[in-house]
């Protein structure tokens, strides 16, 4: 079964800082996604990566996947509160469109 | 365009009751995804509908659990006999098709006594 490994689970941070969330996955995947979910609520989308190389920026987040590596990251640009999430990335297996999640990176972004 | 709707928000039961989750897809959608979240972990896929038939249900528990997708009106994912290790959120999603990016809802928060 295809896994998804985040990291880190949980990451502090001040304001004004950069940081990176790293999410590594197993087999080969068509698509990967980056979600957004703020406590008690759904899943926003963020980005969606579709080949080796893709690099999408939204404001102070940027996305990146090595397909080669089987690795995506998620860079956070000089971070606000507003960013304090949770981090999802989910890839898919496209033959059935199951989205396998990794566990989340839970974001906190002190003054 | 109404985005996908589930309800209830949130639903309490009893030991041993029966849970119903409702979700009506995004207009036009077919294909409808059943998703469960516990506390603090990534969303575990459980199964995969199109109108009237069971696509994929390999996430899903063998026993008490079951989901349909009737010809008209919302999927729905039902729970017999629940159990304390039930309470979780329970997410739907739709697409157009399987290549398309899956729209989620706001999910039902179940909670077993």
């Known amino acids: 079964e295809l896994k998804v490994e985040q990291n880190p689970l949980f990451l502090s941070m001040q304001e004004g800082k950069n940081y990176t969330i790293y999410c590594n996955y197993s087999t080969t995947s068509d698509r990967l996604y980056w979600y957004r979910q703020d406590p008690g609520k759904s899943l926003e989308s963020l980005f969606v990566?579709?080949?080796?190389?893709a690099v999408k920026q939204e404001g102070r987040l940027m996305a990146s996947l090595d397909t080669k590596a089987r690795l995506s990251t998620l860079h956070i640009t000089a971070a606000v509160h507003d960013l304090s999430a949770t981090y999802f990335c989910a890839v898919d297996n496209s033959t059935l469109g199951r989205l396998y999640f990794g566990r989340g990176t839970q974001l906190t972004v002190w003054p | 365009n109404a985005g996908v709707m589930q309800n209830p928000r949130h639903l309490v039961r009893r030991r041993g009751q029966e849970a119903r989750l409702r979700c009506s897809p995004m207009?036009?959608?077919?294909?409808v995804y059943w998703y469960r979240q516990l506390p603090e972990e990534g969303l575990k896929f459980m199964v995969y509908?199109?109108?009237?038939?069971?696509?994929?249900e390999s996430g899903m528990p063998k026993e008490r659990f079951s989901a349909e997708f009737p010809k008209e009106g919302p999927s729905i994912l039902r729970i017999q006999q629940v159990v304390r290790g039930d309470s979780a959120a329970y997410f739907c999603?739709?697409?157009?098709?399987?290549?398309?990016?899956?729209?989620f809802g706001d999910g039902t928060r179940l909670s077993i006594l």
């Open positions: 990566l579709l080949s080796n190389g």
């Open positions: 999603a739709s697409s157009l098709d399987t290549a398309k990016p899956q729209h």
């Open positions: 207009k036009g959608h077919s294909h």
């Open positions: 509908l199109q109108k009237e038939n069971i696509i994929d």
